[in-house]
């Protein structure tokens, strides 16, 4: 009987964290433990490190997934896993888990089978501590905001105009909409409030995209969390809330280093998702990684529509980061899956179906080479009842769109699977840089954006539609529109945008697989989101508090009465 994933996990022999610090030259003196097996990494120490030169940046992406996702992150430990095989010095970065889906839909995300990051159940639950750090620091926030209307409202605060939600790292439906201050005078104002899941919130982005502590207090103060009666934003600085909130997040800044369990170091830090966020780890752990090792592996969440343009039109804009290369992760599983085939049988062979799937592959490679610039590799993530007939087909299909598959089989192999995928990602790297020229990302770079910086809010939401989604237009209500252009009077319309959608289709509706085109996107909602600088438009039904599924994994996790998680993944 074949292992899960946390069997293979807690059976795996792991070294002592200082000894894969050690591998890096980092010493035990520059180390913050957090058991055996985990340990932050001191901005301090961090610091020293900026004269080194960056080495090669991979970006993981993907097709459109299935419910259950195509294993990008998996694909990420083996390519990692499999560049030092063959020589190179690597290192992994990667989002954390959110407890949402680790609790609903997949049950873990720290990898799976032979090319999962390690120790998993600690990952996966609770880790150390970073995400509860957001969730305080945000909350804390929203209660200083009506602790402030409570004793006197200084400010003038208009409490049918607080834009400021709590957060929780648990998916949980009841929470979306809500009245709080119920119960008399005592217990505040009433007004409507509701919650996101965590990783949608604004302090995780800022947590992710900020450069330093003084660069994340700096940019919680520009939050803006209100409007007055006549349209003044109210800012945490203003309610003088970003000092705490900073020292909130102080320790939890600093990168999670872990290994795989080929002992494959990994930074594991900060986790927004693709689908309601800007879906990457922490800027911080990347550009440090980058400055550890010669290939670094670092995964944007979903497909190249959601993960992988945000990675390059907020991130890349912002940092001067960009990818030497990219890999799109895609399965047979998923091409099945947009030829039209239920869930349920996806497992049965169907070539035919394949075949009617690839254009959701194609889409994908377009954006990178042709929009974005970036040179790419497939890899196909083999799974145990994928035949012969139909990964030769994938193989042909994607030689069709001018661009190389590779087989690879980490997940049961671990690093010597996914051997033949590293040498082409090396070859595709070559000796392109991860930083560009300036301190700021351009087209000029040799990367390229979806939009300029000096295209309206508007006109940067339609270039996503049209050319990364495949739409005709864009529509949205009277109200939308108002606040977009008031945003831009405000002088919020250098932002980019960071679009909230379904990860399914690159359309708004999830049932609408393949590569549909000629489909109108809607913008439902618009949030502003001045600190971590991007302009969320929040898009069909998309929710930035999920619910949980009919059957939520958390039905199978459990605790043995000796302590081992079971059932996680």
């Known amino acids: 009987m074949a292992l899960s994933s946390i069997e293979i996990g807690q059976a795996a022999e792991l070294r002592p964290i200082g000894a894969i610090a050690a591998g890096l030259g980092i010493t035990d003196e520059h180390l913050v433990p957090y058991g055996r097996y985990k340990a932050k990494v001191p901005l301090a120490y961090l610091e020293t490190l900026t004269d080194r030169p960056l080495g090669r940046l991979v970006l993981m992406t993907g097709v459109s997934p299935t419910p259950a996702g195509e294993g990008k992150s998996a694909t990420s430990v083996g390519l990692g896993d499999a560049l030092r095989r063959i020589g190179e010095r690597s290192m992994i970065c990667l989002r954390e888990p959110a407890l949402g889906p680790v609790f609903g839909m997949k049950g873990g995300a720290a990898g799976g089978g032979y090319a999962q990051l390690a120790p998993m159940e600690d990952i996966n ?53 809500i009245v709080i201050g119920l119960g008399g005078t005592g217990n505040g104002y009433p007004r409507e409030a509701g919650f996101d899941i965590v990783v949608a919130s604004e302090v995780m982005a800022i947590f992710c995209l900020a450069t330093s502590l003084a660069d994340l207090k700096e940019r919680l103060g520009r939050i803006v969390v209100a409007h007055t009666r006549d349209r003044r934003p109210v800012r945490a600085s203003d309610l003088r809330a970003h000092g705490a909130m900073a020292a909130v997040l102080r320790d939890a800044l600093a990168p999670n280093l872990v290994q795989s369990l080929e002992g494959t170091p990994a930074f594991v830090h900060g986790g927004p998702f693709a689908n309601i966020a800007h879906g990457t780890n922490s800027l911080i752990a990347t550009r440090s990684a980058l400055r550890l090792a010669d290939y670094v592996v670092t995964e944007a969440g979903f497909g190249t529509d959601l993960g992988a343009e945000k990675f390059v039109d907020i991130l890349c804009r912002s940092s001067g980061l960009r990818p030497s290369a990219a890999v799109i992760v895609a399965t047979v599983r998923a091409m099945k899956y947009h030829g ?19 254009p959701n592959l194609e889409r994908h490679v377009h954006i990178l080479r042709e929009v974005f610039g970036i040179p790419c590799v497939v890899a196909i993530n083999e799974r145990a009842e994928d ?49 560009a020229s300036g301190a700021v990302a351009t087209s000029g770079d040799g990367l390229r954006f979806t939009y300029t910086d000096d295209a309206s809010l508007w006109q940067k939401m339609k ?29 919020y319309g250098h932002l980019p945008v960071c679009v909230a959608k379904t990860q399914y289709s690159f359309s708004t509706d999830a049932k609408l697989r393949g590569a549909p085109t000629g489909h109108v996107v809607d913008i439902r909602e618009v949030r502003l989101a001045a600190g971590a600088e991007f302009v969320v438009m929040v898009c069909g039904d998309i929710m930035t508090m999920p619910g949980l599924p009919v059957r939520p994994a958390a039905e199978s996790i459990d605790v043995t009465d000796d302590g081992r998680i079971v059932g996680l993944y």
């Not at 085939?341 to 035919?352: H, I, N």
């Not at 030769?392 to 671990?414: K, T, Y």
């Not at 050319?467 to 529509?475: Q, W």
Request: one cysteine or more; glycine letters at 10%.
């Open 340 to 358: 039209g085939v239920a869930v349920g049988d996806l497992t049965t062979e169907d070539v035919a179906a394949l075949e009617r799937g690839l």
């Open 125 to 177: 639950l609770h880790f150390t501590g970073d995400f509860a750090a957001i969730q305080i620091a945000t909350n804390l926030l929203a209660a200083m905001i009506d602790n402030h209307v409570h004793h006197g409202n200084e400010l003038g605060i208009d409490v049918r105009r607080v834009t400021w939600r709590r957060v929780l790292d648990v998916n949980d439906r009841a929470l979306r909409d």
């Open 387 to 435: 035949t012969e007939a139909e990964l030769d087909a994938l193989v042909a299909g994607a030689a069709r769109f001018g661009v190389r598959a590779v087989r690879a089989r980490h997940f049961a192999e671990g690093g010597a699977g996914a051997e033949d995928l590293a040498r082409e990602v090396v070859a595709l790297c070559g000796d392109r840089p991860a930083e």
């Open 463 to 491: 270039a996503v539609a049209t050319r990364i989604y495949g739409a005709s237009d864009v529509t949205a209500s009277t109200a939308v529109r108002a606040q977009l252009k008031r945003l831009e009077e405000e002088g």
